[in-house]
T-cell receptor, first 118, second 112 residues
């Protein structure tokens, strides 16, 4: 149980393109999902908390107009990297928990999206 | 400043030995600490959660300790196998209570 699916797994595109990444909870409802960014051999950096039916909460230093988050249903959150540039190339991972955003509950992660901007 | 430190150097051990990974934190007062496994190109997978009032937690070949005085958690894998080779991440809640912050991870290599 508690499966999170992320799509696509890999994207290669030209600079200036907008890229949408989907995160789905397959067997549970998630009012809260989390989006992370991970650089090679580095830790996961929380970008934003996606809240169903309301605006996302962004971490300091993350541009909300650059990384658009939509959480329109209890099983789907999307992250759109707008007008992507080479510096946006990274590994993006989402997570969710059937129990919400509480730290006493394990998070279930998608398998990530490798974004490469040429 | 707040820090979560894991040994960034890879840990190489022989199959059958016990692997011990360390997670130290500064300027946090976590109520919970979690450990995850991450394979290359994959998302992390939850392994164990330990509460601040628990000294030790076990799951099969895994054991986690949590010392709030030393501000340290140790993660042990006994009878290690090559399939245990991966990066192991510790994570804890920040002082606001709810959000998880991750350490940099330690890569474990178990040689046959």
């Amino acid at each position: 149980g508690a499966v999170v699916s992320q799509h696509p797994s890999r994207v290669i595109c030209k600079s200036g393109t907008s890229v949408k990444i989907e995160c789905r909870s397959l067997d549970f409802q998630a009012t809260t999902m989390f989006w992370y960014r991970q650089f090679p051999k580095k830790s996961l950096m929380l970008m934003a908390t996606s809240n169903e039916g309301s605006k996302a909460t962004y971490e300091q230093g993350v541009e909300k107009d650059k990384f658009l988050i939509n959480h329109a249903s209890l099983t789907l959150s999307t992250l759109t990297v707008t007008s992507a540039h080479p510096e946006d190339s990274s590994f993006y991972i989402c997570s969710a928990s059937p129990s919400g955003q509480y730290s006493n509950q394990p998070q279930h992660f998608g398998d990530g999206t490798r974004l490469s901007i040429l | 400043s707040q820090k979560i430190e894991q040994n960034s150097e890879a840990l190489n051990i022989q199959e059958g030995k016990t692997a011990t990974l360390t997670c130290n934190y500064t300027n946090y007062s976590p109520a919970y600490l979690q450990w995850y496994r991450q394979d290359p190109g994959r998302g992390p997978v939850f392994l164990l959660l330990i509460r601040e009032n628990e000294k030790e937690k076990r799951k099969e070949r895994l054991k986690v300790t949590f010392d709030t005085t030393l501000k340290q958690s140790l993660f042990h894998i006994t009878a290690s196998q090559p399939a245990d080779s991966a990066t192991y991440l510790c994570a804890l809640n920040n002082n606001a209570g709810n959000m998880l912050t991750f350490g940099g991870g330690t890569r474990l290599m178990v040689k046959p």
